[in-house]
């Protein structure tokens, strides 16, 4: 039997298949642009790469921003990730005269925000520190040149309960392999959460099981592209409060510190124990510029008003879509006054404009 180009895959994951005609140019073309959409199955994959929220001026503080409109970086699914940060990130960064010199992540878990500021210039150099020593394993192996190898486990695992049993049962015997193992289990446990006693995902998002987490074409492409910039970026498996005061006096460095929240930090990550006052009294030393974020508590808030920084509560959504607020901390949030000022001025001038137009017809 002939095979249709449209059954190039056993099924397509999206559903039932309709015949467009197209120029045969550009089918090769129209064809990658479809399977690509076919592993978007998932809302942390919708839309990858648009960008409705540049900046903070494009978000409203008191509404969470929508993850699938901020480009995808990380190979982790990390609970507590701060992919609905960067708008933010970028006002903080861009609005300084010059990128910073170096930007330190010192509890850096799925990096999102570091490899963005990596990736878009908002920082001439990147370090990202990680004491966990399986998240350790898996930025080690993307930025010590075995990227490769990692993304090709990844397209070519046959994803299975045995398999995924077989490959988590093992001890790894290889820095690399632990990688993997540390991306798979990301992917496969409910939530991404990746301490002890997290189980298997099992009915998942749209009956999907296993799979719903996993896009190994997408987790092979983010790997690679990370490893395509890797000059930009250095690791330190260690001790977070070590880095920063290795680079506090440096004025041209920038601190984002996203440490393990107070409340549900011991139940989400293997390292969790973080002494918080001693981090603001760190922080707050530093010569450099510092941008926080925390779970909204009465005992954060007074800890920021101790070591006179300034706070603004973000609304986000946690793992599981319910609505909450964060706390973003900084010696100076002017850059967030201006963009809301911006955001306002800009709303009212388009509702101006509407009036004039509809009173115009």
Known sequence: MARSST???????????????????????????AHELDDITAPEEIREGAVAYRTAEDVEMTKPVNVASVPQRSPFRYPGGKT????????????????AGVLVEPFAGGGIVGLTSGFEGLAEHVVLVECDPNVAAVWHTILGGQ??????????????RDNVTEV????????????????????????????????LVKTGENGRGLNSRWYPETLARRIQEIAGLRER????????????????????????????????????????????????????????????????TREIAALAFEFHFETQAIAMKNTHHARMTELVIGKDLSWLREAANGRESGSRNAQATLAYLMQSR
């Open 7 to 33: 059954s190039f895959r056993p099924k397509w994951k999206l559903g039932n298949t309709t015949v467009v005609r197209v120029p045969q140019t550009l089918a090769p073309a129209v064809l990658r642009y």
């Open 84 to 99: 609905w940060l960067v708008p933010y990130i970028r006002s903080w960064l861009g609005h300084k005269q010059n990128p």
């Open 147 to 160: 990227a490769k190898w990692l993304a090709d486990q990844i397209l070519n695992f046959d994803l299975s």
């Open 168 to 199: 988590l049962g093992k001890e790894p015997m290889t820095q690399r392999e632990r990688a993997f193992a540390v991306i798979l289990r990301n992917r496969v446990q409910r939530g991404g959460i990746m301490a002890e006693g997290a189980g």
């Open 233 to 296: 970026f250095s690791f330190v498996e260690g001790d977070g409060f070590e880095i920063i005061r290795r680079y506090a006096d440096d004025e041209t460095a920038a601190f984002f510190v996203d440490p393990p929240y107070t409340v549900a930090s011991k139940r989400l990550y293997s390292h969790w124990q973080v002494e918080h006052r001693t981090l603001f009294a760190l922080l707050a030393r530093v010569k450099g510029d510092v941008l926080m974020t925390y779970d909204n």
